[in-house]
């Protein structure tokens, strides 16, 4: 490896080569065994192990003494998979609803207190919104970030925003929590989300969930137009058409709303 290619923080690649050995491990590992497999001093092993364990990435089993990987790499490798093959689902869903609205369309989940866009296709109009994967964006302001947000618990919605920035973007931007929790009940009741100027002045945008076989809201995808080609007088229409591409995602994910409505009866 050449000066170039060395990675700058020895200690993360310290962290990944313990975790690579503990995958192999199959019945776990101690201190000194992956100190000599790895060329480690056994210090930095041990410090490296117990914030690993501190993380939640490994743990000690008290039998005998050895460390094991947990499950919570498995559940980050789960969310990513899971958002890629999302994106390669909803992809022909998303080009159809771009090229008959013919405005920018976005693909989003939520991370934590803000939502990420993993997919954008965009509008064929010479005046449009340029949005792109990896763009993050507040829940509080946004319509995607609102359809995520309105699918969950009211007590996770509020917890969620009281550890958020709830930053006003306009002077359209609601930052109160009881105000964005009924707006939430609203989208609820419609179905789709609304950014009316919110977050940007001079755009707008509709934004519907997208639910997986158990019913979980795990995405959003939205409409983001010009406030002069989606006036408000369009707001249902395009709400409808944003709320049928969520549908088409949701059933490709074994989303079947009736048998889930039984569930909740039951």
């Known amino acids: 490896m ?27 590992s101690g201190i000194s065994q992956l100190s000599k497999e790895l060329g480690l001093a056994k210090s930095t092993t041990f410090n490296i192990l117990t914030s690993l364990t501190q993380l939640g990435y490994c743990y ?22 899971e958002r890629m093959d999302l994106r390669r689902i909803a992809a022909s869903i998303l080009r159809d609803l771009a090229d008959r609205t013919g405005e920018t369309i976005n693909l989003g989940t939520i991370q934590g207190d803000e939502a990420v866009y993993i997919d954008c296709l965009p509008s064929s109009h010479p005046v449009t919104v340029v949005t792109w994967p990896g763009q993050r964006l507040p829940l509080h302001s946004t319509a995607l970030g609102k359809a995520l947000l309105a699918w969950r618990p009211v007590d996770e919605a509020q917890m969620i925003l009281a550890g958020s920035d709830l930053k006003a973007f306009t002077p359209a931007t609601v930052t109160s929590i009881p105000q ?28 519907a969930p997208v639910f997986d076989q158990s019913g979980r809201a795990v995405a959003a995808i939205s409409l983001t137009a010009p406030v ?26 074994g989303y079947m709303p009736v ?8």
């Open 2 to 28: 050449s000066d170039k290619e060395k990675i700058p923080v020895p200690t993360i690649e310290r962290a990944f080569l313990i975790l690579e050995a503990l995958s192999e491990a199959e019945s776990g």
């Open 60 to 81: 000690k089993s008290t039998a005998d003494g050895k460390f094991h990987l947990s499950l919570k790499l498995y559940s980050l490798g789960s969310a990513a998979a």
């Open 180 to 207: 964005i929790l009924r707006e939430l009940g609203r989208v609820r009741e419609d179905g789709y989300a609304l950014d009316n100027e919110e977050d940007a002045l001079g755009m707008c945008c509709i934004g």
């Open 228 to 253: 002069q080609r989606l006036p408000e007088g369009d707001f249902g229409r395009a709400g409808g058409q944003v709320i049928e591409g969520a549908r088409q995602i949701s059933r490709r994910l």
């Open 259 to 266: 048998a889930h409505s039984l569930a909740l009866a039951n």
